[in-house]
């Protein structure tokens, strides 16, 4: 009897944690589709190298405002970035001129998995996101990257006037959700290893 009451009581604690953990993992999925990030790749790890990547950062944040007037929504902001990659470009390689660097630039919207990264008070978690990259000569370099939709790189930017209590919690707090966090990733290295495993075997052939 005290087995199955052992059992029972385990079985609620482990639906309760699974309840939980499905809602957490729901909030980063909508917050990977929520966002639109600025991703800028030095040549390299050299003092110039880094110094011009933040000179095309100050730049482009100084044009940010110009450059997305009026997107008021995630698919605005990314058409603008489409419609305006070639001005971005131009814009980032003035900036290398100016500081005699010749250097090659190139833009791209992609989306692409980050490591979970802190910029300022806010950390991001670890995922799959869009982001606008501008890459620099080779692109070899340490990147700078902040969070261009919501306008998250603007210093006075604060996530609860953007995401829900519980999601601005998240980005803001991280700590209490470590636990979480290092779940979800073991789970999508499973998942991806399942997926991968799976790829492997030979598509069945009728004799």
Not at 79 to 101: D, F, H, P, Y
Not at 124 to 146: S, T
Not at 147 to 161: D, F, G, R, S
Not at 170 to 198: D, H, M
Request: glycine share 4%; proline share 4%.
């Amino acid at each position: 009897m005290r087995k199955l009451e052992t059992a029972m009581c385990l079985g609620i604690i482990l639906a309760i944690f699974m309840g939980s953990f499905s809602s957490f993992a729901k909030k980063l999925e909508n917050l990977q589709h929520d966002v639109l990030r600025l991703h800028i790749l030095a040549n390299s790890d050299s003092e110039q190298d880094q110094s011009l990547k933040l000179k095309v950062r100050d730049k482009l944040l100084a044009e940010s405002e110009t450059l997305f007037q009026g997107c008021n929504s995630l698919d605005e902001m990314k058409q603008r970035a489409i419609e305006q990659k070639e001005t971005i470009r131009l814009l980032a390689k003035s900036v290398l001129e100016e500081n005699g660097c010749e250097q090659d630039v190139s833009v791209q919207l992609v989306q692409m998995d980050f490591d979970t990264r802190q910029y300022e008070e806010i950390t991001m978690p670890a995922g799959c996101y869009d982001a606008l990259r501008i890459l620099i000569g080779k692109a070899e370099g340490h990147n700078w990257w902040c969070v261009m939709y919501p306008p998250l790189c603007l210093p006075v930017a604060e996530p609860e006037i953007y995401f829900d209590t519980g999601t601005a919690e998240i980005l803001e707090q991280p700590q209490k959700y470590e636990v979480r966090f290092k779940c979800l990733e073991l789970w999508e290295k499973l998942k991806q290893k399942s997926a991968e495993t799976s790829s492997t075997f030979p598509e069945n052939i009728n004799p």
